[in-house]
């Protein structure tokens, strides 16, 4: 028939031969077959469905191969909810970054996914965007939904949320920054060691006016950065003007503005050493726009670094090591061998590249 547009319209037939329901049967979407199901199409009973299904001995090969059939043919996937409740574990554990779009955590993850995969566990993970209120609801909803452990990058300071899960069994690492307020374990890289280095190699080369800019203050890895920057300049006698230093958000404009206030004026820094990857991104297309040649040295490896001209050298920190230490501990506590919390330090590495050791031009 045709409708007022002129076009042809043609009455929708039933889809009974397809499977599909028809529009007045609620749901598209059909029942998920169950080991009932299987058990029917092969032929067998629930137990031996069972037995394939969880790995365990008992069958012959003709009947294993029968009931795998049935599954593939069915779509059938084991109900892991069940096992959860005979077991008290989920076989999953849950990771909390400060942000999933930081190039950082992209080798912490996969190495924390890894070692999760090794134990035959899920990783879940999501990002606090820095914000201690998200944490804490990421946090507490991942244990909601019965995660057998926690691997954290703590944004809040304030950790005695966790302490009811923590009693209750859930296994919790903190990595990159300790907890707050409660004893638990937490793997760490030398910051402070490694700001300490970094800057004193800014010195050797020959700079004596040498700004930092970092994180925000009440970030761990911040304040121990910019700790390790005032005990190089005060083992080589140097005065810091607070000038030289602006602690903040990593946002580009903020890192801009901190920079080209360092580089303006009658006593201009020439070096400046850079808080964090995304500090160190901003900092060099702020001198790239420079006329005056400054020496760089950045906290965290970035990517195509020793592409640039001149490299950029950069104190390094190893994030796939901080990841994997973290969940190998994590799966440590889970199988019961560990009982005291402990502090894990791991070491930077400066890699020189030639941003950091221009000397000054004046």
């Known amino acids: 028939m045709d409708d007022r547009t002129g076009h042809r319209t043609v009455p ?37 469905v069972s037995r394939v299904v969880n790995g365990e001995p008992g069958v012959t090969p003709d009947t294993e191969r029968r009931v795998q059939e049935a599954i593939d043919a069915l779509g059938f996937r084991r109900n892991d909810s069940a096992r959860v409740l005979r077991k008290g574990r989920t076989a999953s554990i849950g990771l909390v970054l400060e942000d999933l779009a930081d190039p950082f955590y992209g080798p912490l993850s996969r190495a924390v996914e890894e070692v999760a995969r090794a134990h035959g566990a899920l990783l879940i993970n999501g990002s606090s965007a820095e914000d201690p209120d998200r944490e804490q609801e990421l946090a507490l909803a991942l244990c909601a939904r019965r995660v057998d452990g926690l691997v954290i990058i703590p944004a809040g300071d304030d950790h005695r949320y966790l302490e009811p899960e923590m009693k209750a069994g859930v296994a919790t690492v903190f990595v990159d920054r300790p907890a707050g307020k409660i004893d638990a374990d937490v793997v ?55 000038s030289w230093m602006s602690l903040g958000t990593t946002s580009p404009e903020r890192v801009r503005r901190a920079a080209e206030e360092m580089l303006s004026g009658p006593s201009p820094v020439t070096a400046i050493f850079a808080g964090n990857n995304r500090v160190t991104v901003t900092v060099i297309r702020v001198l790239a726009e420079h006329s005056r040649r400054v020496a760089l040295v950045g906290f965290d490896d970035i ?13 390094a920190q190893d994030a796939a090591a901080l990841g994997r230490t973290a969940a190998e501990r994590l799966f440590r506590q889970l199988d019961g061998s560990l009982v005291t919390p402990e502090r894990i330090e791991l070491p930077t590495r ?3 590249r030639g941003s950091g050791e221009l000397p000054p031009e004046d």
């Open 303 to 315: 990517e195509l670094a020793d592409l640039l001209q001149p490299g950029v050298t950069v104190v």
């Open 350 to 352: 400066l890699i020189t």
């Open 12 to 48: 929708e037939s039933p889809r009974r031969a397809s499977g599909f329901p028809d529009r007045h049967s609620g749901s598209r979407y059909g029942n998920r077959p169950t080991m009932k199901d299987v058990a029917a199409r092969a032929g067998v009973g629930l137990k031996t």
């Open 188 to 242: 760490l890289s030398d910051s402070y060691g490694g700001a300490r280095a970094g800057v004193a190699h800014l010195i050797a080369h020959g700079h004596r006016r040498i700004g930092f800019v970092g994180d925000m203050p009440r970030i761990h890895t911040a304040a121990e950065r910019l700790r390790g920057y005032r005990a190089a300049m005060e083992d080589a006698g140097i005065p810091v003007e607070d």
